[in-house]
């Protein structure tokens, strides 16, 4: 540990550069509100220390909400992304997707508003009477009001009335409805880690006025960048960023930018089942928590089930000392989350494999990452992530720890840089 612990400096960045707060102010970026995410000022930033230049190509293999695809296809940079989630997946390629009328997209929003009002006058008080189905999700009348789930299972039904389905009009107006859905129209509040219920039975809660608002303002970023004749040079793949990606073989990615999640509980899925489920991107219970096992840092359900057997080994050599000794500092005091701090770097591991093929032999990668602390034990995720980079081949170019993080006065954020060494 001591080698990387020399790499670490420490550039202190204000939260609203870093986090998603930048995006609230931006165009495309504040189309969906992903809390857990980094910022475009942050990405355009690590964008010109790795030294990118117009030619670049650029991988988030984490794409989430599409922060590092979206910036880059504002300012015309090939880039391509990963993302397991199918809701984030749908986000992300939907906002990278510029090329709709604009008359038209007006017209149809004034389509969806006449249908919604004149459905909300002549539907039961139950919809699934004429069809309309509710969630797959659990208790749902605990995530929505009763009068405001059935407006919203109207409005969704509109939408799709008025435009065909899976079609980039559809998608568009879907990912409006998505964007207003939590919290805005949904019974939770958002948490530090997870979403919280809370009482909003006294409240007005307006949800075609909300679905317009949005739509409002995605109209308005689209006017802009075709504008400005912006294309497509940004992609996202669904899929599995443990895993190698035929897609890009050979593509010789020149620069790594993305935020993997933390080794702290957050469950992205978790976060997004009301969109997973409300928008049909599940339909059985069980296939959130199945998800949710399958993905980094995934704690919920099934995959904490599974945590509680047996003990996690490490899978391959590149898992060094310093983590397996973190591992067994919090195993004295719970064994579950010490699997989960093993499973947590395993998977990063496998991750930084699964990349391999895919990148210039003298590639760049620039991991934005933040420290935990797990039943007392320090899990200094930007050091142990840098023991895992060297032990793979690359040389870290530096540790930059740039903020202090609101859930512990001695957790940061930090930016771990590395260069891939093919002679090593």
Same mark, same amino acid.
């Given at each position: 540990?001591?080698? $990387?612990?020399?790499?670490?400096?420490?550039?202190?960045?204000?939260?609203?550069?870093?986090?998603?707060?930048?995006?609230?102010?931006?165009?495309?970026?504040?189309?969906?509100?992903?809390?857990?995410?980094?910022?475009?000022?942050?990405?355009?930033?690590?964008?010109?220390?790795?030294?990118?230049?117009?030619?670049?190509?650029?991988?988030?293999?984490?794409?989430?909400?599409?922060?590092?695809?979206?910036?880059?296809?504002?300012?015309?940079?090939?880039?391509?992304?990963?993302?397991?989630?199918?809701?984030?997946?749908?986000?992300?390629?939907?906002?990278?997707?510029?090329?709709?009328?604009?008359?038209?997209?007006?017209?149809?929003?004034?389509?969806?508003?006449?249908?919604?009002?004149?459905?909300?006058?002549?539907?039961?008080?139950?919809?699934?009477?004429?069809?309309?189905?509710?969630?797959?999700?659990?208790?749902?009348?605990?995530?929505?009001?009763?009068?405001?789930?059935?407006?919203?299972?109207?409005?969704?039904?509109?939408?799709?009335?008025?435009?065909?389905?899976?079609?980039?009009?559809?998608?568009?107006?879907?990912?409006?409805?998505?964007?207003?859905?939590?919290?805005?129209?949904?019974?939770?509040?958002?948490?530090?880690?997870?979403?919280?219920?809370?009482?909003?039975?006294?409240?007005?809660?307006?949800?075609?006025?909300?679905?317009?608002?949005?739509?409002?303002?995605?109209?308005?970023?689209?006017?802009?960048?075709?504008?400005?004749?912006?294309?497509?040079?940004?992609?996202?793949?669904?899929?599995?960023?443990?895993?190698?990606?035929?897609?890009? $073989?050979?593509?010789?990615?020149?620069?790594?930018?993305?935020?993997?999640?933390?080794?702290?509980?957050?469950?992205?899925?978790?976060?997004?089942?009301?969109?997973?489920?409300?928008?049909?991107?599940?339909?059985?219970?069980?296939?959130?928590?199945?998800?949710?096992?399958?993905?980094?840092?995934?704690?919920?359900?099934?995959?904490?089930?599974?945590? $509680?057997?047996?003990?996690?080994?490490?899978?391959?050599?590149?898992?060094? *000392?310093?983590?397996?000794?973190?591992?067994?500092?919090?195993?004295?005091?719970?064994?579950?989350?010490?699997?989960?701090?093993?499973?947590?770097?395993?998977?990063?591991?496998?991750?930084?494999?699964?990349?391999?093929?895919?990148?210039?032999?003298?590639?760049?990668?620039?991991?934005?990452?933040?420290?935990?602390?797990?039943?007392?034990?320090?899990?200094?995720?930007?050091?142990?992530?840098?023991?895992?980079?060297?032990?793979?081949?690359?040389?870290?170019?530096?540790? *930059?720890?740039?903020?202090?993080?609101?859930?512990?006065?001695?957790?940061?954020?930090?930016?771990?840089?590395?260069?891939?060494?093919?002679?090593?």
């Amino acid at each position: 540990m001591d080698s $990387a612990h020399l790499k670490v400096t420490y550039r202190h960045l204000e939260a609203r550069s870093v986090t998603f707060k930048a995006g609230l102010r931006q165009p495309i970026h504040r189309w969906f509100r992903l809390t857990p995410s980094f910022g475009p000022d942050l990405v355009e930033d690590i964008l010109l220390r790795l030294g990118c230049s117009a030619s670049s190509k650029i991988l988030d293999p984490f794409s989430g909400a599409g922060t590092t695809l979206t910036h880059c296809q504002l300012n015309g940079l090939e880039a391509y992304g990963y993302e397991i989630n199918p809701f984030l997946h749908s986000v992300c390629a939907t906002s990278l997707f510029w090329q709709l009328d604009l008359t038209e997209l007006r017209s149809r929003a004034s389509e969806i508003q006449d249908r919604y009002n004149e459905l909300l006058l002549i539907s039961p008080a139950n919809v699934s009477d004429i069809g309309i189905l509710t969630p797959a999700i659990h208790n749902p009348l605990r995530w929505w009001r009763p009068d405001v789930l059935r407006e919203l299972l109207i409005l969704k039904h509109s939408i799709s009335t008025v435009n065909a389905p899976d079609s980039a009009e559809w998608r568009f107006f879907r990912l409006a409805l998505a964007s207003a859905l939590v919290p805005d129209l949904t019974n939770v509040t958002l948490g530090k880690l997870q979403l919280h219920f809370i009482d909003r039975s006294r409240e007005r809660i307006d949800v075609i006025g909300t679905f317009l608002g949005k739509v409002g303002i995605m109209l308005e970023d689209l006017q802009l960048v075709q504008a400005a004749h912006l294309s497509t040079t940004a992609t996202v793949f669904q899929w599995d960023a443990t895993l190698p990606n035929e897609n890009l $073989a050979e593509r010789q990615i020149d620069y790594v930018v993305t935020s993997p999640p933390y080794p702290n509980r957050y469950s992205y899925v978790w976060n997004t089942r009301p969109h997973l489920y409300f928008f049909d991107f599940m339909s059985i219970a069980g296939d959130a928590s199945q998800l949710d096992l399958r993905s980094i840092g995934g704690t919920w359900g099934t995959a904490t089930s599974v945590l $509680a057997r047996g003990v996690v080994e490490p899978e391959s050599a590149v898992i060094g *000392e310093n983590i397996r000794k973190t591992v067994a500092d919090i195993r004295e005091h719970d064994g579950v989350m010490a699997n989960y701090v093993l499973k947590y770097f395993n998977m990063l591991a496998r991750h930084i494999a699964a990349m391999e093929p895919s990148l210039a032999e003298n590639a760049q990668v620039a991991y934005v990452v933040g420290c935990s602390r797990i039943k007392g034990v320090f899990v200094e995720t930007d050091v142990l992530l840098a023991e895992i980079f060297k032990n793979a081949g690359y040389d870290i170019t530096s540790i *930059e720890r740039i903020r202090k993080r609101n859930s512990g006065k001695d957790l940061h954020e930090a930016i771990v840089f590395a260069k891939r060494n093919c002679a090593g």
